[in-house]
């Protein structure tokens, strides 16, 4: 029998209202989108493999990344404005929380014990991507590909009253659809900004926006959510 009492929001705009809106920033480091971090020194050295083909600078390799970059600095900076909770998910992949199946995927991709290690630039936040100590912004470190596996992710959000997950971050078919994919589990509306996320081609990234939007909730575009939040949500 459906509950009636409960309230449904079907809108775009109603799921997006920032009272009850967490900006969800999943693995923007260092070691993703920074040149310097891994991935960029392994594009520049041109050390390609099946895992990361690109080879050259980072952001012409791979120019999602940038977009993406852009993107998130005037996303994160009107969620700032609006009020809405900002979450900053970030990997932490230290050879203690490593399992051996998952050992055996890193070691194949020569991630295993230099990816994202605690303490270094890697595993740094990128550029001004990253908490300013407000109340309203929140670290969760993962371990995993999804940020709600053996993290205190749901409890950070169910605590703040949130009712709708706001994703970005790298990479879209790996570690943000994990992540998506939970919150739609968990009865979160998740609403993916597709400029706000990258992966290593176009082709990747638009399959994974398809599965998104036709299994979890709407895709839109970091413009969009802004036009709404500037029309006086709240």
């Known amino acids: 029998m459906a509950m009636e009492h409960q309230e449904v929001l079907r ?6 209202q920032p009272k009850h809106t967490a900006l969800v920033i999943v693995d923007v480091q260092n070691d993703f ?14 050390e390609a493999t099946s895992f990361f083909p690109g080879a050259g600078h980072l952001w012409e390799a791979y ?10 600095e005037s996303l994160l900076q009107a969620a700032r404005e609006a009020g809405a909770l900002r979450v900053f998910v970030r990997a ?12 055996v995927l ?20 990128y550029g001004d991507i990253r908490p300013d100590g407000s109340e309203r912004e929140v670290v969760v470190s993962k371990h995993r590909l999804s940020g709600f596996w053996g993290t205190d992710l749901d409890l950070v959000l169910r605590s703040n009253g949130i009712k709708t997950v706001l994703m970005t971050g790298t990479a879209t078919s ?10 739609s589990f968990a009865d979160y509306y998740t609403v993916t900004v597709e400029d706000c996320c990258a992966d290593r081609g176009q082709d990747r990234q638009d399959f994974s926006m398809r599965a998104m939007g036709w299994g979890f909730g709407y895709v839109t575009s970091s413009e969009e959510v802004r036009r709404i939040w500037s029309s006086g949500g709240s």
């Open 174 to 183: 790996g570690c943000v659809e994990s992540t998506s994919r939970d919150a």
């Open 106 to 125: 890193f070691e194949e991709h020569g991630l295993y014990g230099v990816q994202c290690q605690a303490g270094t630039f890697g595993a740094d936040f």
């Open 63 to 72: 120019p999602l990344i940038p977009r993406a970059l852009k993107g998130l």
């Open 11 to 16: 809108t775009l705009e109603e799921q997006i």
């Open 33 to 46: 989108v920074h040149p310097q971090g891994l991935y960029g020194t392994w594009s520049e050295k041109g």
């Open 92 to 103: 932490i992949y230290n050879p203690e929380y490593i399992s051996p199946p998952m050992r």
